[in-house]
């Protein structure tokens, strides 16, 4: 069969949401989208430039459950400590995958260094869902440096940063527990690919920065694109330089019920996973 390509079914524009003094775009959810199943939710912090003896990040401890965050450093670093005990320093080009599972508390501020001497920063947070069956999974992380992530030469002037699952015969380094594939992709001006995506596969399409065409539909930075399930095939062309965050996964298509930091199936689950949390179940903070 001759593969077909998929449809647009709707753009997202990222609204602006502010934390302390973090200049954050969140794409998802907002008023126009709820979220494109399994991917919950995207804030995209920054670009900005951090003035020398700043205050960094302003994520201290705090719980999740019933999830994974994945985090793309694209400038600046992070450090991430968690009541499992890890703990690391990602920097520019590198990544965190934290599966939060059954409950872990956990921190993402800036390195000393960073706080010290300043610099750009920008940040993408995705959270995806956890299969109910996989929900209350023993928590994990890795973090991967720049040097850690294959970088994957797609076509003429397109690099696929390869984070998890296949991405033009190359298999990123994350082996995820529900087949979700993640990357994201650097295109120079005038740039073209093409990616197979099975149909029944949910593709996250968030520009990061520049202008692209995606199956013959216009979009720009800062926007989020969904598509219908009616065809097998991405084309992607760059417009201007551009920066995209691409991903798919197969839909979960199970109740999701999201409140604050915890996502569960239910709202018994998400009163138990309170009382987990307030009873030391998550884990000690050792700050």
Do not use: C
């Amino acid at each position: 069969m001759i593969p077909s390509l998929r449809t647009v079914r709707q753009q997202h524009r990222a609204v602006n949401a502010p934390i302390a003094d973090l200049l954050t775009y969140r794409a998802l959810p907002t008023d126009s989208v709820d979220y494109v199943d399994p991917f919950l939710f995207l804030n995209h912090h920054g670009p900005q430039v951090y003035r020398p003896h700043n205050q960094g990040l302003p994520f201290g401890p705090h719980p999740h459950r019933g999830f994974e965050t994945v985090t793309f450093i694209l400038n600046g670093d992070i450090l991430h400590k968690d009541s499992s005990g890890h703990e690391s320093v990602i920097a520019a080009g590198g990544i965190q995958w934290m599966t939060a599972g059954a409950g872990l508390i956990h921190a993402e501020v800036s390195s000393d260094e960073f706080k010290a001497t300043g610099g750009p920063l920008e940040i993408l947070q995705l959270w995806v869902n956890l299969p109910a069956a996989h929900k209350m999974t023993e928590p994990r992380y890795t973090g991967l440096q720049a040097s850690d992530i294959p970088l994957v030469a797609a076509a003429d002037g397109v690099v696929i940063h390869a984070v998890s699952g296949e991405w033009a015969g190359t298999t990123g380094p994350i082996a995820s527990l529900a087949d979700v594939q993640l990357a994201w992709l650097e295109l120079a001006a005038g740039a073209r690919v093409a990616l197979p995506i099975a149909a029944a596969r949910t593709i996250f399409f968030y520009t990061v920065a520049g202008q692209l065409r995606a199956n013959g539909t216009d979009t720009q930075e800062r926007q989020l694109v969904e598509f219908n399930h009616d065809g097998d095939k991405l084309t992607v062309e760059a417009l201007t330089d551009s920066v995209l965050l691409l991903g798919h996964a197969l839909p979960l298509k199970e109740p999701k019920i999201a409140y604050g930091p915890f996502v569960m199936n239910t709202e018994a689950e998400i009163q138990e996973a309170y009382q987990d949390y307030q009873l030391g179940k998550f884990g000690t903070w050792n700050g």
